[in-house]
């Protein structure tokens, strides 16, 4: 399935928040949305799985879903929202319970998505016993569980440590190389845009507009190969961020 | 200013992390009854004034051997059990609906805050003419001053839960009654359940007022009587009841806590 946002605009009362955005994600690509603090890259997310409503534009899906999605665009949230009086397992059983699945089925999706995601172990353990990585590998868990056809991912390495993020950027890496999924992925973090992203949109600093649209033509799994080139893109990155990282550090916050 | 090397740095830490110290409580306890009995046996405290903590014990065992504590205990029981649970679950009903629904909320919390404040003690004489002398209007008092503060703890319990799980639950696509029982209320279980603990005292406190007026049978009544007639010894057996009946209660919510907040 893909996601195809058509000239995109929003407000919040009299504040522009997002202008004119126009692109498309296609089959088994991740893009990553780059831009400064308060750009609008999260209401973009939440207009992309109709958690709000943009005041103009629209946001389309075409194409086949893929087999037994349950629930095409799902998110992970940057502070993972596992529900705390629930166990792992619970919280991942949580969002299948609402389908028409009988409970045998339901148990073999959540042992299936939690060997995929190495956490079979931790099944009985409460969110408050792990670890922020381990938090966030819950909710890709929990993710994968709907078999979704774009996944929304709103900044999800932030609240972790570097180590931990470098550690879950290698985990979905190897979980791409290996299922290929969708995603529109959010960050404010230039290595994880161009470690994870084959197409990066850059947006601007409020009103959130598209600057420019970089592709990697490297393989998301060969990129360690390329340390070079790798750089240049970085550099060129952070070229295009830099007066608009300066420039909306400067800005009065708003309200 | 050190001068001198090898001046160890000063420990400022520590402190402000109170402890329980087991048995503390129950020495505690002890010393007080035995200074009190000791007082009274050597006449320090008047008689007149307070009965010795064995008086007060006879008291009770006389109580309890005429068969009139099964009598007392079982009226009063019944209208604070029925009382509580009536207002607790109309409490929590009426909170919910406040927690969830924009009509609710600006219909009833006007309300909710205008009769809050009102001693229901004050409303007591008005009950007995609604609902008779007899066991309505002691119910209802009780009803009444449970349901109030269980709506407060209920709806704002249900104000704090994170809005990102109730996102979360939309994003998944769950029906709004899925997310209603398995985040909303579940969210709002503390809240809820250290609402019934000052309900659950409250409620004690208007029994013993409502069985003031009118009642036979009742601890309120045995102490009301035990107060007319100066029989001090009875009336410290009956506070002592009401003491062990409030902290049974207790006992019973920290037991449900324990259990529906495992997760803690
Ligand atoms: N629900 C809302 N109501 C009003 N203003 C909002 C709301 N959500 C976000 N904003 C404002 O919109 C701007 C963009 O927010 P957001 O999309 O969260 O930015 P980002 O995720 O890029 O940091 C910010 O200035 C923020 O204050
Ligand atoms: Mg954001």
New interface residues.
Partial sequence: MRLHFEKISHQYDDVEVLSDISFATSEGEIITIIGPSGCGKSTLLRLAGGLEIARSGKVLQSGKLPQGSLNPLTYIFQDFALLPWRTVRGNISLVLEDHRLSKTQRDEIIDDVLSRTSLGEFANAWPRQLSGGMKQRVAIARALSVTPAVMLMDEPLSALDAQTRAILMDDLVSLWTREKFSALYVTHNLDEAVRLGHRIVVLSRRPGRIREIVSIDISIDERDNYPLEMTQYRNQLWELMRDEALAADRELVHG | MVDRINAPVKFRGGGFAPKKIRFTGLIVFAVLIAFWEFGSRTGFISALVLPAPSEAFAAFMELARSGMLVKHLSASLQRVLIGWSLGASLGVLAGISIGLFSLARSGLLPLVSALFPVPKIALLPLFVIWFGIGEGSKVATILFGTFFPTIIATYSGIDNI?R??I?????????WI?IVR??II??A?PAILSGFRISASIAIILLVAAEMIGAEYGIGAYILLAGSLMQTDQLIAGVAILSLMGLAFAWVIGRAEKIL?A??
């Fill in positions: 994170d990102s799980l996102r979360m639950g939309q994003s998944f696509g769950m029906s899925s398995k985040i579940p969210g279980m907040l997760w803690r």
